[in-house]
């Protein structure tokens, strides 16, 4: 173990969600917050923190720019770090690349980006359709 004191938040469904984000926003020894992307990207406000780390691959963007922007919002007096956790030739830098591929894309046309298609889908796994 190594004594980093933190607080994991795996369900919103226990009635615990706004306790926990309460503790973790009071407390002055708790250095680390966490918790699914799914929850990080809706509605909450954490400036209390300066840092997010991402380890598990994200194929929707707009929720990884959400998670990032619950941090880096009005509000915030720190610098904030983004820190992604790739492993090589895995799964994830599959994701990651599709994503700076999409972002790309979607900088060149309205700025939007779209919903995963079923031909994207497979050619991030390498799977024909039939």
Known sequence: ????????????????????????????????????????????????????MFVNPILNKRDELQAIGRVNRIGQTRQTYVHKFIIKDSIEELIENYNKDRNYRSNCTNGEFTDLTVGEFCALFNVYKA
């Not at 250095?31 to 699914?36: A, D, I, K, N």
């Open 1 to 52: 173990m190594n004594h980093v004191e933190s607080i994991l938040i795996s369900g919103s469904g226990d009635g615990k969600f706004a306790a926990k984000i309460d503790q973790f926003r009071k407390s002055d020894s708790c250095r680390v917050l966490l918790l699914p992307t799914r929850f990080a990207c809706k509605g909450l406000n954490l400036t209390e923190a300066s840092r997010v």
